[in-house]
């Protein structure tokens, strides 16, 4: 069955930390995407990748840091330099660009 | 940049009412988008919208996408439970691609 797994489903971050979100899909989507979510808010884009070895940022990069390194796999690592992590993070993918968007179950990071 | 507003932020609603939430844009779209969030859970399509003055119907839901394509709507009719949840819109302004999201509609229902 196809779709998008993410994990973990909660993570928790030390100060000083830099954690890693993993996104993985066998959609065979091309675009791959990075979501916030904050209580009461919209998506706010972080960043989104249209091909393999190729992603740009979105509204909110600062902090941030991505790779696609394969088409299938997209993670996204909150960096130190992230003051306010706590948030919802969704990832999703398209077939192309613009298109409908699937969207996985999400990771819920905390600040210890 | 581009905004995308929506209102009401919350609407609460008698079981069998109907209501209509609202989505605007600052900038012409190329399509319109509308998701559903189930409370703890992610975003889930629900419909794409691309044609000026576009009506399309799903059930209970009626989605329009305005003639000037920088305004949508979606209307429920007789609202039932299964409808609690966050609805956004989103679109891609023309000559780009990345998805720009509304605020949500925060739907309860009172039995």
């Known amino acids: 069955d196809g779709g998008i797994t993410q994990s973990p489903k909660y993570l928790f971050r030390k100060e000083g930390q830099n954690v890693t979100l993993s996104c993985e899909q066998n959609?065979?989507?091309?675009?791959m995407y990075w979501y916030r979510q904050d209580p009461g808010q919209g998506l706010r884009l972080i960043y989104y990748?249209?091909?393999?070895?190729?992603?740009q940022k979105g509204d909110i990069a600062e902090g941030y840091s991505v790779s696609r390194e394969k088409k299938e796999s997209f993670p996204l690592t909150v960096t130190s330099a992230q003051k306010n992590p706590t948030a919802f993070y969704l990832c999703?993918?398209?077939?192309?660009?613009?298109?409908?968007?699937?969207f996985g179950d999400g990771t819920r990071l905390s600040i210890l | 940049g581009q905004q995308v507003m929506q209102i009401p932020q919350y609407q609460h609603v008698q079981e069998g009412e109907d209501f209509t939430t609202y989505c605007n844009s600052s900038?012409?779209?190329?399509?319109i988008q509308w998701y559903k969030q189930r409370p703890g859970g992610h975003p889930v399509f629900l419909i794409q919208?691309?044609?000026?003055?576009e009506v399309k119907k799903q059930k209970r839901l009626t989605f329009q996408f305005g003639e000037a394509k920088k305004n949508s709507s979606l209307h429920i009719t007789a609202t039932q439970t299964t409808d609690v949840g966050t609805y956004f819109c989103?679109?891609?302004?023309?000559?780009?691609?990345?998805?720009?999201f509304g605020a949500g509609t925060t739907v309860t229902v009172r039995a």
């Open positions: 999703a993918s398209s077939i192309v660009e613009a298109g409908s968007q699937h």
């Open positions: 959609l065979n989507h091309d675009a």
């Open positions: 990748s249209q091909i393999v070895n190729d992603f």
């Open positions: 900038t012409t779209l190329s399509n």
């Open positions: 919208l691309v044609k000026s003055g």
């Open positions: 989103a679109g891609p302004p023309r000559n780009d691609y990345k998805l720009s």
